[in-house]
């Protein structure tokens, strides 16, 4: 077995398949939608009634001289520009309404997703990347679920209800019309092929933008220790280029479909005004019938227009959808199996354990075999890359063994339901992950069931309160940053009162201590001890003055287990772990 999960089921692909199931978040709203349909329907109706409106207008004042086309026309006018409106109002507002939802929808999906993706996958990616496809691509979803369906139907209608009213007019002169159809619909098909990839194009590189950016904010003072705005600007406006040269692709590709259309109507509309103006001379065709043909003729090529450039935001939505769907699609995380566990004894035990990242990189641990009693502490040593995070993070599941098994209380950590599993295990490592929140709701990190009391008493043990004593807003103080105006120490010491406060039978320290100077280091390894008491415990250093009070000591090598012992017998024996703390005695 390997740590990348399976690829997920092959899925249709092509732009039809996007669209369809880009339909069905849309689905449950249905009924809202055609609300704006009926909108779309009011607002094509009152085109063709404006023609005839015209024709009207001409036939009774002109031919007839009827004089109540004084009141009925201007009228007519105002009434029909009252329902055009709100037409128009409708086949806005109610797909609007609809988008908003998809994309509410859609967000909350992927989100979701988000968090239940595999470790393994997750490392894989570009945090920049999923970013902008939780923010752009999902905005250009929606675009393309309400703008653009908007504009597809309405424009639509539009022209059928036009051309019906030519034909029904005049079908000789309507077939002139017909005649551009061809031509239009073989554009809109090269156009949409182009705005797809270009789309596909933006898209990536939008998620350079994201990624450079965050990078670039994440790592402020990195920059500026390395004096590296420049080199950091000039990244960025690459990425930055490389957006505004396939966007201008876009826009090109839309700007020429324009007058492209427009040129092709109105040789359409020239063959219409040729035999119209022979029928004239020839008596067949009255002056009000040509007026009123005109008119209508004239309201076409601007849906026509709106036609081809709708297949910009079509395609691109239909390219965004197209990534999102592809994460969606991705395999969560593997569940565990159905069994329950309240709270651990915390035995641990690895089981000729082989754990490998990718085939190409190799085993990371092999055959590791080793047991901790419950409450004991365990120490592991070993130098860099031998394998030792990763040793630890088999325990809560952030990745299942490639051969092997680790057992917590004797069962398989894959037979426990995940969450329950979690649940027994705590983490104090050496960056500390705070959250844009008050102190103490980063104690209280989804601690379900905790009083204030038991809150406060972890911040005391942890000896967080020391430090904010002297704030005014003591433990309800918001961290600036993620907690970027505390000391190493001090954000240690929260994690840690985090991890009292979670109580969990088996806890990890992995290089918990290694950010900080000696004199902090000293003070939070009082904390440590506490925090030890009663668990089993993982702990990982470099610092060997922390393991050497460990029950037992473990020390690896390129994965695997080259010895195993107390500290006395390790140094006695004269091995790895002898030479490593000689090592750190002559620094
Ligand atoms: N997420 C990952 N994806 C792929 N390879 C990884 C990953 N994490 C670690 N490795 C590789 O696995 C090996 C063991 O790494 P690990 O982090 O377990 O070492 P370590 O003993 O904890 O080292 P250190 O003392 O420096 O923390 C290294 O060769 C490393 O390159
Ligand atoms: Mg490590």
């Given at each position: 077995?390997?740590?990348?999960?399976?690829?997920?089921?092959?899925?249709?692909?092509?732009?039809?398949?996007?669209?369809?199931?880009?339909?069905?978040?849309?689905?449950?709203?249905?009924?809202?939608?055609?609300?704006?349909?009926?909108?779309?329907?009011?607002?094509?109706?009152?085109?063709?009634?404006?023609?005839?409106?015209?024709?009207?207008?001409?036939?009774?004042?002109?031919?007839?001289?009827?004089?109540?086309?004084?009141?009925?026309?201007?009228?007519?006018?105002?009434?029909?520009?009252?329902?055009?409106?709100?037409?128009?109002?409708?086949?806005?507002?109610?797909?609007?309404?609809?988008?908003?939802?998809?994309?509410?929808?859609?967000?909350?999906?992927?989100?979701?997703?988000?968090?239940?993706?595999?470790?393994?996958?997750?490392?894989?990616?570009?945090?920049?990347?999923?970013?902008?496809?939780?923010?752009?691509?999902?905005?250009?979803?929606?675009?393309?679920?309400?703008?653009?369906?908007?504009?597809?139907?309405?424009?639509?209608?539009?022209?059928?209800?036009?051309?019906?009213?030519?034909?029904?007019?005049?079908?000789?002169?309507?077939?002139?019309?017909?005649?551009?159809?061809?031509?239009?619909?073989?554009?809109?098909?090269?156009?949409?092929?182009?705005?797809?990839?270009?789309?596909?194009?933006?898209?990536?590189?939008?998620?350079?933008?994201?990624?450079?950016?965050?990078?670039?904010?994440?790592?402020?003072?990195?920059?500026?220790?390395?004096?590296?705005?420049?080199?950091?600007?000039?990244?960025?406006?690459?990425?930055?280029?490389?957006?505004?040269?396939?966007?201008?692709?876009?826009?090109?590709a839309s700007a020429l479909s324009n007058p492209v259309v427009q040129l092709i109507a109105s040789m359409a509309l020239a063959g219409v005004l040729f035999v119209s103006i022979r029928q004239v001379f020839a008596h067949g065709l009255s002056f009000d019938v040509f007026l009123g043909f005109l008119a209508a003729a004239m309201m076409v090529p601007p849906h026509l227009r709106r036609l081809v450039n709708v297949s910009g935001p079509l395609q691109q939505g239909i390219a965004a959808g197209e990534s999102v769907f592809e994460l969606i699609d991705e395999a969560d995380e593997r569940e565990g199996g159905a069994r329950r566990i309240d709270r651990a004894r915390g035995e641990i035990e690895f089981r000729d354990v082989s754990f490998e990242y990718s085939s190409e990189k190799g085993a990371v641990l092999s055959a590791v075999s080793f047991k901790v009693r419950a409450g004991e502490t365990v120490a592991i040593v070993g130098r860099s890359g031998s394998g030792k995070s990763t040793l630890a993070s088999l325990v809560p599941r952030f990745y299942d063994v490639s051969t092997g098994a680790v057992l917590l209380d004797g069962h398989d950590v894959r037979e426990y339901r995940l969450a329950d599993l979690r649940s027994q295990v705590s983490l104090v490592s050496q960056d500390v992950v705070l959250f844009n929140d008050t102190i103490r709701n980063n104690i209280a990190f989804n601690a379900v069931g905790k009083t204030d009391a038991e809150i406060l008493e972890a911040a005391r043990a942890a000896n967080v309160l020391e430090f904010v004593a002297n704030q005014p807003q003591g433990l309800d103080a918001p961290l600036a940053d993620r907690g970027q105006n505390l000391s190493g120490g001090q954000r240690q010491r929260i994690s840690i009162a985090r991890a009292l406060l979670k109580n969990s039978p088996v806890l990890i320290l992995d290089e918990a201590t290694a950010a900080l100077d000696n004199e902090s280091e000293r003070r939070v390894q009082q904390e440590l001890s506490l925090l030890m008491r009663g668990r089993t415990t993982l702990v990982i250093a470099h610092r060997l003055s922390t393991v050497e009070s460990a029950d037992r000591i473990i020390v690896l090598d390129r994965g695997r287990i080259v010895e195993t012992g107390t500290h006395r017998q390790l140094v006695a024996s004269g091995g790895l772990y002898a030479a490593l703390h000689g090592m750190q005695f002559s620094v």
């Open positions: 077995m390997n740590a990348t999960p399976a690829a997920p089921a092959a899925q249709a692909r092509g732009p039809w398949a996007v669209y369809r199931r880009l339909l069905r978040y849309a689905r449950p709203y249905v009924g809202v939608y055609l609300i704006g349909v009926a909108g779309m329907i009011l607002y094509s109706a009152t085109e063709a009634a404006l023609a005839y409106l015209i024709q009207q207008f001409t036939h009774g004042t002109f031919l007839q001289h009827d004089r109540s086309m004084l009141w009925k026309i201007p009228g007519g006018v105002v009434v029909l520009f009252l329902l055009r409106g709100i037409g128009d109002f409708g086949s806005n507002y109610f797909p609007g309404w609809v988008g908003r939802q998809v994309i509410k929808d859609l967000r909350h999906e992927l989100f979701a997703h988000y968090l239940r993706l595999p470790t393994a996958f997750l490392d894989r990616q570009q945090s920049g990347a999923l970013l902008s496809k939780l923010t752009y691509n999902t905005e250009l979803v929606a675009a393309a679920a309400t703008n653009a369906s908007v504009s597809l139907i309405r424009d639509s209608l539009g022209v059928v209800v036009l051309v019906g009213y030519l034909f029904y007019m005049n079908w000789q002169l309507a077939l002139f019309c017909i005649a551009a159809a061809p031509p239009i619909g073989w554009l809109m098909r090269v156009a949409n092929r182009s705005f797809r990839r270009y789309s596909a194009r933006i898209q990536n590189s939008m998620a350079d933008i994201t990624r450079v950016a965050k990078e670039a904010i994440d790592a402020h003072r990195l920059i500026k220790i390395f004096n590296a705005e420049a080199h950091q600007g000039a990244r960025f406006d690459h990425a930055n280029e490389a957006n505004r040269r396939s966007n201008m692709k876009l826009v090109f």
